[in-house]
Structures are given as C-alpha cells and as structure tokens.
C-alpha cells in the first residue's frame, strides 16, 4: 500500500501507475493453462501507422478499453493486443513527402542511400522534384518511418490507459504478417477462392494503381451534358453524355425494355458520329427512361454501369485511356477508315480534360453537336485518398470472390452477419446493405510497393512473355518471399525475365487482404492451432462505422472461407467525434483534433471520461476550446481522491451496519451494481457509467453529508455502523468507477489495499450484503436535507448554524424513511426539536434558527 497524500492530485498519475503497470505486468496475458471458456479476446483495430492518431482514436479505444476492464475485473484472462498497420498508400505518401523521395524500380538498391531531407510533414511535394530510389531503399525508409510513428502511437496509448498487452503487439508488415497473409492467400488461390483475371478495373492515375469498390467515395463534381447526333434508321437519335471524350470506345447505345420510343429500333445498329462507327441498338434494365433522351451511349469504360452492360451484353472492350490518365496513342481497331484514324488523332496523348475540349471541337465541326454544353454537379467516384477522378481502365488483376458475383455466397456472409451481436443492432443492417449492394468481386492487387507481395511467378514462354496459366507457387517454408527477388523452384536468377524462364509478381496486396486477417495475426494462426484455437473466435471485434464495408466485411470474409464461421460473437461500432458545427472530424476537412494537448491539460480520466459518456454507435460532439464533458470528467476523477480520502481518514473500527441510513445506502448502491454489470454485459458501457456517476455524486452530496457527524462523534454502534458503511461503498464505488477513471481508482485503491484494483474481483450486490432492492430511503432523506439547506441558504445563515426547531412534512409511505435518519438530520442540521408529519408531498417548514 502506499501513503494516502495530506493532498490528492491528478498530476503525474498517468505516469506514476503507468510504470508499475508495466513493471507488475497487470495485464499480461498468460496462456498457459487456460480453456476458452476462461479467455476473453478482443481483435483490436490496428490503426494506421501514419502520421498521428486524432481525438477519434481515442474516443473509440476508449469504448474497447473499458469493456477489457470490465471483463479482466470478471475473472476473465483478457487478450488484448495492439497492431499498426504500416503496409499501404498512406504510408508511401506520407514517406515521399517526408523523405523527398520516389520509387523507381529499375534501380538498383544502395546500401549507403541517404535521403535527401527529413521532415516533409504535411507537404505534397512533385514528383519532378523527388530523388528516385530503389525499391528496396524505399521500402527500408517506409520501415523506418513507420516505426518512429508506432514509437509516438504506443506512447500515447500508455498515456490514455489502455490496458493492452504490449507483448502481443504485431505489425501488419512483419515477417509473421507476411507469412500469414500469404498462407491465407495460397489457402484462397489452392481452394478457388483467389483468381486473376483481364477486367475492367477502377483506376487512380495519380498513384496508378488499381482501387477497389469498397476505397470508393463519391464527390459532387462541376460536370456537363451535350447532347450528340448518332444516325439510326429514322435518322438522328439524340443522346446526352458527360463524356463526349468516351465517344471513340463506344460500342453500343442502349435504352430501357420497356421505353415504346425506341422499341422498334432494339436489334439495329446506329452510326457514331465523327467516327462512323456501326455499334448496335440493345435494351437494359439499367437504362433510365426519364434521363436525358432515354438512349444512353455505353463506352469501355465511363462508369461502373457500362462495366455492368459490358459484361452482361457481352460487348467488345475498346478502351482508350492509359495507366496514366491520357489517351493511349494507338486508335481501337474499330476506328478502321483514315477519317477516323485522323480523328483519333487529335485525342491521342491528351488528358480527359483537354480530349474533351478536343472532341466537343470536332463533333461541332461535324455539326453533329445540339447547342452549348449545359452544365450541371453530379456524383463522381474517387478514390478516398485521391485527388482525381477515378477511370476505369482493362488490367490483369488478382481478386477474391465476395459474393458479388456469387448469390449463393452473398446469402451465406449475409447469415454470418446474423450470427454476430451487433452493438448497437442497427449497425448489422449497414452490413447487410453492403453485402447485397457488392457487384463485383474484391479486387486485391495492387501496383505499389510498400505491401505484402502476392506469392507467385509466371513462367515465361520462349519469346519471353508470361504465361499467366502457369503460376508458379512456392513451398510453405518458403514463406515469406518477395517474388521480385526470389526464385522459384526449379529455377536460377539467371532466368528472371529471360525466354522460357521465369518472372515474379511484382503487385502487392492491398492493406485489407493483410488487415482482414487481424485475428489470424494477433492469434498467431500460421504457427498451428496452440494459442488460436483459445482465442478464436474472438469475442468482440470493437471499430468504427466507416470501416464496416472494408475491414469488417474482409475479416468475416475470410473467416467464413477459412473456418466456416464469424470471426467474433460481438461487433461493438463506436460513432463519429462531431465538430461545434456538428460536421464529422477529418483529416481531409483540417478539423481533426490531436489528443496528446488535451491529455496533458486535463488528464487522461478526464478525457476517458468524455468518451466513455457516449454510447456505442453514437456521435459524440467536442468543442476543443472548451471540452465540458472533458471538464466534468475530470470534475469526478478529482472528487474521487477526495471522497475517499475523506472516508479512509476517518478513525475508528468498522462495525455492523445496523442503521437504516447505513444499509439502505448499501441496498441502493447493490442496485447500482446490478445496473452497471448488466449495461456492462450488454456492451453499453456509457449507461454503465451514467447509473455510477449518479449514485457517487448522491453519496458524496447527500450521504457523506447524513452520516458524517455520526461517524465522527455518534456512539459506538451508530459510529461502527457509518464507518463499515462508507468504507464498503468507497470500495465498490471504485470498482465500479475503474474502468472509466483508471488512474484516480487506482491511486486511492493503493491507499488501502494491496495490488491493483484493475486485478481486483467486480463487485457484487453480496459484497453489500443488500439481499432486498433500495426503498427510495436515500433519496427521501436527501430532499429533506437539501429543504434544510436551502432554508439556512434563504436566510442567509452558514449551514452550521443552530436550528432551534423544524418541522419535515412527508408522505405517509417514506415517513419511516424519514424517523430512520432523524438523528441524523438532526445531527447534520444542527436542528435541537425536529418534528415530522404528515403532508401530501415532502416539505421542509417552520425552521427556527437559533439567535446567536
């Protein structure tokens, strides 16, 4: 135990309790002997280690940190580790920017390669003006940086209090990470479920690379209809498109089935203008009546709708924009005559801006353009870390399947779904909404470098091209492996790139394929079944509502393919920090708040507390310049010291608790317990709190108040009876209060006890020795007191002021209430002559103060 302070503070606790819980190991987990039954495990979010963790960080990991507590205090061994997430484009960004540096894979790797600055932060920096690297050098500074941001992560975490185990911490870029994520692959690839494919595929061409469908967001977008002459058997046929540029990779024009305007012309063909290319006349369900003219032009590719015509009219593909965003130089070889090969001519090289200024140009001086463009703002899909707008373009791609394609698959994730607690439940239909809204499998390659490499070679054929169905896969044990510049079976480095030899994948996997398998990582799954199998399924996976569609939906995905079942029992989705102007925080909006100031200025309980208020799934609004759930936070971790040293102060023995103040007390805090275990084990951590808040103000406003005269000069049962009561409440209210204000509970539970109270068993309505529910006693008799105050305060007299005589009018059902704690009324009042009768409501009368 250590000495109890002549006076408590906040200050330096974080630090002080920081240390030892580190040094006694509080929350170690131990594995060795333990069943699943004794083991709660938690798949931790494990945020991005790039740049620096906001304020809704720790709103959440808060929400994640009581529950471990609460269920650590139940007996449980908790597992409760800490992941970064380090593979992916943020990190490369961020890395260019910092370091000044950009990847060029053809050179070779320089071991004595010194970047050319330090310290890009928050810069966007050309690329003209970035030194080119290799890839290995460039994946070493990706590494480097990664690990001085976990360095800072870990050490605010510490400051917040969460009880994580430190051992298990686990890198999504590790060598662990990348055996497992491309065991799992192969796993996919050996079962049918991994594939590659020539498709169409979202596309960003500022980092070229692929982008699947659940990094998308839409952005309204300036954009604008014209409206161009195509010739059909009645002649014009007007159609309406945003992207005139698209007109060369037309290859159909469509309209609805059941639109009588063009019915007769189902099964013809159309002319395009400027480049007369027969394309035919088809009908889809997808083609909207009541939008523009009703025929819509289907290119390859404007959008993820001419995807869907393309795939199930089985039209040509005709595409004509590159990787990098231009239009390739080479015409599709349906512009066959020399007027459109001229035409095509004047598009080549060009950008979408500028092609499209360019064939307005042309389709005006065919005259086969109606009038001026009419402008409009319409949704466009971006890529939700990038700067332009997305095209769609024809790779050869690595994928998953999803159920997007498959019915059968989607019902199954559907039923999964179900068999999870969703916190709060209304979150599992956003889950379901996703799932049957999929319309394509999950694309996971990526054209980067800072990731996991996808496990293959492809044998070359003799004129040295890759024969994509001669995948080559490596041996378990040979697991991890980077394709570029390992080597397969049966072949020597000589061979890389040569005829008939070999060539790796150089893609990598995108950050979900890796992140999807956080309780195969954290659970150690590609070392055998010891340790996963007591911790899998986990019990709760805790994260953010935006995530649902990515992280959320990979994991189970992979879970059902590799187990056949949920990944967890419970999904706890925490809401969004609102701004003073209710808009969410971000960093794309520059209204984000980082933690670490408000930390030190008011407290880690303080803030733990701010967010512990607000329930799973909803948002919680911070005013930054003035926090007062912050504020009252600290408020109450403040009174905690005080209250209890006030108690623990008091001298005496503890004795029975015979008095009716005393044990309605104690009834009424057992109900307290009841409530909060119950909110606990249904994941509503905030009720919780709010029904423990309540009830410590009430006991240290209106009890502490009642009792203290009693406790101090009453005679010995009376005093015994107080003493045994206060302490016994203390005791469970710091339990109580332990999740949420770690650092305060801790420091007084050190003043009286061994230990640390975070080891320490949740209380129990037995340890109050309640057996019967509160009568409302507590409460009666703190109205009285406050009449009694108020009287003093009316009469501008110091509430030690005498009373020579008062009157308590009460109801007849809390009269008994009211003769139990008369004394001690009498006691805190100073009243000499107090009579108590009868009244329709309670009412504090006819005080006589005392002349002095």
């Known amino acids: 135990m250590s000495a109890m302070p002549e006076k408590p503070a906040l200050e330096g606790l974080e ?21 699943r039954d004794e083991i709660y495990s938690i798949d931790t979010p ?77 810069k966007s920096a050309k690329a003209a003006d970035q030194v080119p690297v290799s890839r290995r050098n460039f994946i070493e500074l990706c590494e480097r940086l990664t690990e001085e941001d976990e360095e800072k992560f870990e050490h605010l975490w510490r400051s917040l209090g ?42 960003d061409v500022t980092f070229r690379t692929a982008v699947a469908q659940a990094e998308l967001e839409d952005r309204e977008q300036p954009g604008a209809y014209s409206t161009l002459l195509f010739t059909s058997q009645d002649g014009d046929l007007r159609i309406d498109t945003t992207r005139p540029e698209l007109l060369p990779s037309c290859v159909a024009v469509v309209a609805h089935p059941d639109d009588e305007r063009y019915r007769h012309l189902f099964g013809t063909t159309v002319t395009t203008p400027v480049f007369g290319v027969e394309v035919p006349f088809v009908a889809h369900e997808l083609a909207q009546i009541d939008k523009g003219t009703g025929v819509a032009m289907i290119c390859t590719f404007g959008d993820v709708t001419d995807v869907t015509w393309w795939r199930e009219l089985d039209l040509p593909n005709r595409s004509v924009i590159g990787f990098d965003g231009r239009f390739q130089a080479e015409a599709p070889e349906a512009l066959a005559s020399e007027a459109a090969q001229a035409a095509y001519a004047e598009l080549a090289g060009k950008t979408v801006f500028s092609a499209k200024k360019a ?18 703002t319409h949704p466009v899909k971006f890529f939700e870390k990038g700067d332009k707008p997305l095209e769609i373009v024809s790779t050869r791609q690595w994928y998953i399947r999803n159920g997007g394609r498959d019915g059968d698959l989607r019902e199954r994730l559907v039923e ?38 996808i496990p293959v070679w492809y044998a070359l054929d003799e004129e040295g091209q890759p024969d994509h169905a001669k995948v080559l896969l490596p041996r378990i044990d040979q697991l991890p492996l980077d394709p570029s510049t390992d080597v397969p079976d049966g072949y020597d480095e000589s061979q890389r790139g040569a005829p008939g030899g070999f060539a790796g994948e150089v893609d990598v996997m995108d950050t979900w ?23 899998s399924p986990f019990d709760l996976r805790p994260q953010g509502q935006d995530i649902i569609r990515t992280w959320l939906f990979s994991t189970l995905l992979r879970s059902a393919f590799e187990d056949g079942r949920a990944p967890w029992a419970h999904a706890g989705i925490s809401g969004w920090i609102l701004d003073p102007d209710r808009k969410k925080m971000s960093k794309s909006k520059g209204n984000v708040v980082t933690p670490q100031g408000m930390l030190d200025e008011h407290g880690s309980d303080g803030v733990r507390y701010w967010a512990a208020s607000s329930r799973l799934g909803a948002d919680a609004t911070l005013d930054p310049q003035n926090p007062k759930m912050v504020k009252i936070g600290r408020r109450l971790a403040m009174k905690v010291l005080n209250a209890a040293r006030f108690v623990l102060s008091m001298e005496g023995e503890p004795g029975a608790v015979t008095q009716p103040l005393d044990a309605e007390m104690l009834a009424e805090l057992a109900d307290v317990v009841r409530v909060a275990t119950r909110s606990f084990e249904g994941y509503d951590h905030a009720k919780a709190l709010e029904a423990t808040e309540a009830f410590f103000w009430t006991f ?42 770690p650092f305060a509970t801790e420091e007084v539970w050190s003043w009286s006890h061994e230990g640390s109270i975070h080891a320490a068993a949740w209380p129990t309505p037995d340890d109050l020795g309640a057996e019967h529910g509160s009568t409302g006693m507590l409460g009666t008799v703190g109205q009285a007191l406050i009449g009694i105050r108020r009287a003093k305060t009316d009469a501008k007299a110091s509430q030690k002021t005498p009373v020579a ?29 107090l009579r108590i009768e009868e009244a329709e409501e309670l009412v504090v009368r006819d005080i006589v103060l005392e002349e002095a």
């Open 15 to 35: 630090e002080k309790w920081g240390a030892r819980w580190e040094q006694d190991g509080t929350y170690r987990f131990d594995a060795e002997g333990r069943t």
């Open 46 to 122: 494990p945020p991005t280690a790039s740049g620096s963790l906001h304020i809704g960080h720790v709103f959440s990991y808060t929400h994640t940190d009581v529950v471990a507590r609460f269920q650590r205090m139940r007996g449980k061994h908790v597992f409760y580790p800490m992941g970064w997430d380090d593979n992916g484009l943020p990190t490369e960004r961020r890395v260019q920017n910092y370091y000044g540096v950009r990847v060029d894979p053809t050179l070779p790797y320089d071991p004595e390669f010194t970047p050319p600055q330090e310290g890009g932060e928050g």
């Open 162 to 203: 969460l009880s994580v185990d430190w051992s298990q911490t686990y890198r999504t870029i590790s060598d662990d990470a990348r055996r497992t994520s491309q065991l799992a692959f192969l796993r996919n690839l050996e079962r049918g479920e991994a594939y590659q494919a020539d498709a169409p595929t979202l596309w």
């Open 359 to 376: 064939m307005l140009e042309l389709l005006q001086d065919a005259g086969r353009v109606i009038g001026e463009p009419r402008t409009i």
């Open 416 to 453: 999964l779904g179900r068999q999870i607690e969703w916190h709060p439940e209304h979150m599992r239909t956003r889950y379901e909404n996703w799932v049957n809204g999929l319309n394509g499998d999950w694309l996971i390659s990526r054209q980067r470098f800072f990731g996991v490499p």
């Open 513 to 535: 394929a890796t992140s999807s398998l956080t309780p195969q990582l954290a659970g150690r799954w590609a070392d055998g079944q010891d340790l996963w199998s007591l911790l």
């Open 700 to 741: 240290c406003d209106d009890y502490l108040e009642l009792v203290k005269e009693r406790a101090y000069s009453g005679d010995a049962e009376g005093r015994g009876s107080a003493i045994a009561a206060l302490r016994t409440a203390i005791d469970v209210q710091l339990r109580l209060l332990a999740p949420f204000l």
């Open 805 to 833: 005589s008062a009157v308590i009018g009460v109801p007849a059902a809390h009269r008994e209430h009211i003769e139990g704690a008369a004394a001690d009324l009498r006691a805190v009042g100073r009243i000499r002559d």
